[in-house]
């Protein structure tokens, strides 16, 4: 498998303030990395898929500018929620890509953002 | 592109009672279909999983078939019990080499005591 942390767990902030989501591999270089948002009783929606060394590649209708996206590192992965609103409260969660016997994404347990 | 669909939604079982969710693909090509379990406030994890080139795979009580000609898969889970209570999503592969998964919508399931 794979350990991947999140952090925040959780976090509240203000309308208009900018928030910053890390994931992190705990036990291999993953170059590639996803970032999903999951609302209540939802399936997950792909947002971006971020790699190592390079511009993320964003999903159509994801604004580039409000989710910012750094993959400085080969266990590192930031997303920036940038002048958040209430409407981009959510469950954002991250997943590492393990490439091997199986093509297997490893997921994160998660960031829950509320924006008041 | 590829899409999943996911059936039922919402399933009751009695505690010890099989559970099935069934799980249908569009892209013939697809080639690797995970299952993923996701309790509530938490990230999903990976129960179990199978390659295209694979029928069955079997883990304990759990277990996925896949027919590759009805492009399908279920996920079969016996003896259920109450920790098994959870939602879980089916997902596909894409074949565009992006390494991304298309996920069904998800079936709520309980076990009943």
């Known amino acids: 498998g794979a350990v991947v942390s999140q952090h925040p767990s959780r976090v509240i902030c203000k309308s208009g303030t900018s928030v910053k989501i890390e994931c992190r591999s705990l036990d291999f270089q993953a170059t590639t990395m996803f970032w999903y948002r999951q609302f209540p009783k939802q399936s997950l929606m792909l947002m971006a898929t971020s790699n190592e060394g390079s511009k993320a590649t964003y999903e159509q209708g994801v604004e580039k500018d409000k989710f910012l996206i750094n993959h400085a590192s080969l266990t590192l992965s930031t997303l920036t929620v940038t002048s958040a609103h209430p409407e981009d409260s959510s469950f954002y969660i991250c997943?590492?890509?393990?490439?091997?016997?199986?093509?297997?994404?490893?997921f994160g347990p998660g960031t829950r953002l509320t924006v008041l | 592109g590829e899409n999943v669909e996911q059936h039922p939604s919402t399933l009751s079982v009695q505690e010890g009672d099989s559970a099935v969710i069934k799980c249908t693909y569009s892209d013939s090509a697809s080639n690797y279909f995970p299952w993923y379990k996701q309790e509530l406030g938490k990230g999903p994890q990976l129960i179990i999983d199978i390659r295209s080139n694979v029928g069955e795979k079997k883990d304990q009580r759990i277990a996925v078939t896949l027919n590759k000609t009805a492009k399908h898969f279920s996920l079969h889970i016996t003896e259920t019990q109450p920790e098994d209570s959870a939602v879980y999503f089916c997902a596909a592969s894409e074949t565009s080499g992006t390494y991304k998964y298309i996920f069904g919508t998800g079936t709520r399931l309980k076990v009943l005591a």
């Open positions: 997943s590492l890509y393990r490439q091997g016997l199986t093509d297997t994404q490893y």
